[in-house]
């Protein structure tokens, strides 16, 4: 295999080194070193060393199954059996891809490997997406990317958001509600949109997107938990992070062990998430680069020394920001207002309250790529 070129983005550097880490997709070895894919080297990166398939069905619903299984051709590996994946899991799939079964081993598939069901929702999203590109006059592609008026209310946000910062710096009080309210507004819908490459077809500034979520997690965290865990197996075990949140005072799934304190968590929830953002941002990242794990779900992509070095003084510039400074600024009085409540209290309040309409529709995403194997059940 060919060695890895530094043309990651320099702030989020990603190289393997000192080998590189081919995928895996229905079964067969791809080395993608050299592919100059759209979505950017990030997006490759996280399928590397994996079983890449989930995320691959995933990314691509409306790409001519013929134009993929061109390009896939180009970058298989005949000798399997020098690559390990990085996670043994990975060995084994809680989803079924029943055209693929029926694949002739020298032919092309005419459409994707998912159940009739999944087919269905993929064309109706893209009846809608067809609707929009005719409308607008722009290309498939580009009609599910943010529209010229979502990038202009994404700039007026962080203009409203940008403008409570100076008054939040003198310590106003009114600011301790306002401006993680208007940064919260702003910086998730820009942050989510971008870890899913839908802001721009510009890879360079979906990355950038992702860091206007310093205030709420670290991309590299993000893209492990939400897009490679939770977005590829929403609510699987063992493969959805998100279903091991604090889990001393929640039980969300079967394999996690019973805890005489989870039996009051539906009292305990709010507490819970006004740390969570704290949690998030600042404990899951130790967690994942001592454990090499992301919450017992997704094993940590390979990193350069550089790569975690830059990681490390990222997280602890962020937490100087955030919980360090005040106390250089403001009266002690006031200190454990700004530190305390100044965003940890404001995030979880917006973050639950997306919760009831944003858990279904992320759930059903995973009907864009397949079916759950019939021999997975969900926990109880």
Aim: aromatic content about 14%; overall charge positive.
């Amino acid at each position: 295999a060919a060695t890895r070129k530094n043309t990651h983005l320099f702030f989020f550097q990603a190289t393997m080194a000192p080998r590189t880490y081919p995928m895996k997709i229905h079964d067969r070895w791809y080395d993608v070193t050299d592919f100059k894919h759209p979505g950017g080297p990030v997006m490759l990166s996280l399928g590397e060393g994996r079983d890449a398939t989930a995320l691959f069905e995933a990314h691509h619903p409306f790409t001519p199954r013929a134009t993929l299984e061109k390009m896939l051709s180009k970058y298989a590996i005949d000798d399997s059996a020098k690559h390990v994946l990085l996670d043994k899991r990975d060995a084994e799939t809680p989803f079924v891809w029943p055209a693929y079964e029926s694949k002739d081993a020298d032919g092309a598939m005419d459409g994707a490997p998912v159940t009739a069901f999944a087919e269905e929702v993929r064309s109706k999203v893209k009846q809608y997406f067809e609707g929009e590109a005719k409308r607008r006059g722009v290309s498939l592609l580009s009609a599910t990317k943010a529209t010229p008026r979502r990038v202009v209310e994404l700039i007026l946000l962080f203009c409203i958001f940008a403008a409570t910062v100076p008054s939040f710096i003198a310590g106003a009080w009114w600011t301790l509600l306002v401006t993680p309210l208007t940064y919260w507004i702003f910086g998730v819908n820009t942050f989510h949109d971008a870890s899913h490459s839908a802001l721009s077809r510009d890879w360079r500034i979906n990355v950038a997107g992702t860091y206007v979520g310093w205030w709420f997690s670290s991309p590299l965290e993000w893209y492990h938990q939400h897009v490679i865990g939770h977005h590829a197996y929403p609510n699987i075990p063992e493969r959805d992070p998100d279903l091991y949140h604090n889990a001393k005072m929640e039980r969300h799934t079967a394999t996690l062990r019973w805890r005489p304190l989870h039996a009051h968590q539906s009292k305990t929830w709010f507490p819970i998430w006004w740390i969570g953002t704290f949690a998030m941002n600042f404990l899951k990242p130790i967690q994942m680069l001592l454990s090499r794990t992301y919450n017992r779900s997704v094993r940590m992509m390979p990193l350069t020394p550089s790569r975690i070095a830059i990681h490390v003084l990222g997280r602890i510039a962020i937490f100087s920001l955030c919980h360090v400074w005040p106390f250089f600024v403001f009266p002690l009085y006031k200190v454990r207002f700004v530190v305390c409540v100044r965003g940890d209290f404001p995030f979880p309040v917006c973050f639950l309250r997306c919760l009831p309409r944003y858990r279904p529709f992320s759930s059903a995403l995973c009907l864009l790529a397949s079916s759950r194997s019939a021999s997975w059940s969900p926990p109880r």
